[in-house]
């Protein structure tokens, strides 16, 4: 167990910077998630924790030691890749007792902790089989034994489930939980799927192009994003956006030509930002569809595109009159229909305000 401090890192391919500026501190046993699109830098961010990539600038430190230069077999990691890693031609027990084997840990120890670690992960009786006489989901639990086997002061994840289905990720997504608190080891997980970043780590990490979008846990995330690709990355169906601008009267959405009624202390905050340009962010269950607008004017009219029937809730595509679609997700059974004419009314107390030209969130403005 360690705590992991990256202070200032960055790494270039060339003329690419992949990693900008990027500083973290672990709490000791702490989850950690990486998320973020394709080529954010997760990837490269992990592979430079665990000493596969030499970084351009900054420092790594375990338990406030400088290892940035140290080989990955001296910083004491254990990493589990996205194709799982292992050598088809070794039966299980092989496969997790390979590296205990090139360190020659001696064979009893060898086989006291092969079969403990394969009785916490309930694969006791695959001992004797092969890589390919196993499913998905035992291969996963297979990769995740030769980790943990090792004792590791770190533990570092790749997308180690985006090769299985969907049900099987769930399962594994709780068994993975389960076996980090269990072993209190400091853990990083990279992923580019924001529910699982949100179901599973004490904090998250989101980034794009290199940097460091925000950091926090999973509800800071969800309800106090800091900026624009925070508030549409995080949370599925996306937070809807819409261009806006502060006026006398209000908030104008200026592609819909339609003024939202805010109080009079929302209008004065709203003087003192730097620019009026705004953008409005409304998550689609804070949306009402109804036949009537809302009594306080947050209201817009709506088309509707799509319904689509998710069992207990119901996720509809709209069209605002700016030719701009909204998502709302909407509980029990609606009836709607594709070219029903609807107004979409907002909950004011949920609508979050970004800065138009920076994207930064503007916290702490009520609009009632």
Not at 3 to 15: I, M, S
Not at 167 to 181: C, S
Not at 208 to 226: D, K, S
Request: neutral net charge.
């Amino acid at each position: 167990m360690a705590t992991v401090e990256l202070d200032r890192v960055w790494k270039h391919y060339g003329t690419v910077a992949a990693v900008q500026d990027f500083s973290l501190v672990t709490a000791d046993g702490e989850f950690i998630v990486l998320v973020g699109p394709s080529g954010c830098g997760k990837t490269s961010t992990m592979r430079m924790i665990a000493g596969l990539e030499t970084l351009s600038q900054g420092q790594i430190r375990f338990d406030g030691v400088d290892v940035s230069d140290r080989l990955p077999r001296d910083r004491d990691v254990a990493m589990v890749f996205q194709n799982y890693a292992l050598f088809p031609h070794l039966d299980v027990f092989s496969n997790i007792a390979f590296g205990m084997r090139l360190r020659k840990v001696p064979k009893s120890e060898i086989e006291e902790r092969v079969k403990r670690v394969v009785q916490t992960l309930g694969i006791e009786a695959l001992l004797n089989r092969k890589p390919k006489e196993l499913s998905g989901g035992q291969r996963q639990r297979v990769a995740l034994g030769r980790a943990i086997v090792r004792e590791p002061r770190v533990f570092l994840m790749d997308e180690p489930l985006s090769n299985l289905d969907a049900g099987l990720r769930m399962e594994m997504r709780a068994e993975i939980i389960k076996l980090q608190r269990r072993l209190a080891v400091t853990t990083f997980f990279v992923t580019h799927d924001q529910v699982e970043a949100l179901s599973m780590g004490h904090r998250v990490v989101v980034m794009q192009h290199g940097l460091i979008q925000q950091v926090g846990t999973p509800t800071e995330l969800y309800e106090q994003p800091a900026n624009c690709f925070v508030a549409g990355f995080i949370g599925s169906p996306s937070m809807n956006l819409l261009a806006g601008r502060a006026s006398g009267e209000g908030i104008l959405l200026t592609g819909e030509n339609t003024t939202l009624p805010v109080s009079e202390s929302a209008r004065r905050a709203l003087a003192k930002v730097g620019s009026p340009e705004l953008r409005l962010g409304i998550r689609p269950e804070h949306i009402t569809l109804s036949d009537r607008p809302a009594s306080d004017g947050a209201s817009l009219p709506a088309t509707i595109e799509m319904v689509e029937p998710l069992g207990y809730t119901m996720l509809i595509h709209a069209r605002l009159a700016s030719d701009h679609r909204i998502n709302v997700l909407m509980n029990g059974h609606v009836r709607l229909a594709m070219g029903d004419s609807v107004y979409a009314n907002f909950a004011s107390d949920h609508i979050y305000l970004f800065d138009g030209r920076s994207e930064q969130a503007l916290h702490g403005i009520s609009l009632r």
